[in-house]
Each structure stands twice: as C-alpha cells, then as structure tokens.
C-alpha cells in the first residue's frame, strides 16, 4: 500500500510538473511576442521621428530661401552693374596712367 501512494504522489508530481511546464512555454512564447511586438512600435517612432525631423528641417530650409529668394533674384543685375562699374574703373586707371 506504502508502494501504491507513493506512485500516486510520483504522478501527482509529474502531472504538476507537466501542467507548470506547459504554463511556463505559454508565458515565454506571450513574452517574447510581446517583446517583438514592442520592439516593432520603437522602431516605428524611431522612423516617425526620422521622418519628421526631416520634414521640419526641410521646412527651415525653405523659409530661408524663401527669404532670401528677392535678394538672389536681383543678384543678376547687380552683378552686371557691378561688372559695367568695374570695367570703368579700370578705363579711368588705365587712362590715368598712360
């Protein structure tokens, strides 16, 4: 009879131990989805976060050469007064000096 509990608790055991290990794969396989899963949202707002910082800074950019954009527009013409000035300049020196 000694014999006969004593198997009934070795089953017992191994029936716990089954039920325990069964628990304990189904809690890793949920936390490491869990795990991917959250991984994944990171790296979705790292690349949100890339995408916005690049949008902002093109933004910058814009409204300084918007900005900017009357001034290079006349830049033409005055390069050409400055050239037509400089030419002179250099009539009136030479003239100068001969």
């Known amino acids: 009879i000694l014999h ?7 089953f017992v055991n191994a029936r716990a131990e089954a ?4 628990q304990t794969v189904s809690s890793e396989n949920l936390l490491y989805n869990v795990w ?3 991984s994944n949202l990171w790296e979705s707002v790292a690349t ?3 995408e916005l910082q690049h ?3 093109a933004l910058k950019l814009d409204s300084v050469l918007s900005s900017h954009a009357k001034h290079l527009d006349g830049w033409g ?8 000035t400089l030419t ?4 009136a020196l030479e003239a100068a000096i001969i």
């Open 55 to 57: 949008a902002r800074l």
């Open 19 to 22: 039920a325990m290990n069964a």
């Open 48 to 50: 949100i976060q890339v």
């Open 88 to 91: 002179g300049v250099m009539d």
């Open 4 to 10: 006969n509990r004593w198997l009934q608790w070795r």
């Open 36 to 38: 991917t899963q959250t």
């Open 77 to 84: 013409a005055l390069d050409l007064e400055h050239a037509a």
